[in-house]
């Protein structure tokens, strides 16, 4: 029905162009993952245009982001369980990803702590100690 619709709306000029990912079941019964990229083709005089789309083979790309998402979720679980504070920051001090322990240190969510200056998270006299050990690493 999406695939329709999607066709649909460029015959009838509402969207001249449209791109979407679709996945495809192949005679064997594998998946695919496609990039679908149509577009309504000028039409000679006389005749109506048509559509001209080409697919893109997206399979290794969605794959490697599912494996991404899964890697993740492992880090994620494992420095959730880790009985030490796990905050990482960016070049700013920023923080970045803050495990759970951290967060129950804190008080606080971790969502609240993501985006924190580690002067705020660590508390002014704690920051100055270990500032220059941030700056090293």
Known sequence: P???Q????????SSPERCWEQ?????DGTVAWVRV??????????????????MEDISALISAEEGRFEAQRLLR????????LVIRLDRNL??????????DWSGLHPR???GRHAS???GPEDFRRRLPLLQAA
């Open 6 to 13: 999607c066709l649909r709306n460029i015959q009838q000029g």
């Open 120 to 122: 705020e998270l660590l």
């Open 112 to 114: 609240d702590m993501v």
């Open 37 to 54: 990229h149509a577009a309504l083709a000028e039409a000679r005089r006389g005749t109506s245009g048509h559509i001209t789309a080409v």
């Open 94 to 103: 920023n923080a970045l990803f803050v495990n759970r322990y951290a967060a």
């Open 2 to 4: 999406r695939v329709e």
């Open 23 to 27: 996945r495809l079941i192949r005679k």
């Open 77 to 84: 679980e494992v420095a959730d369980n880790v009985p030490a």
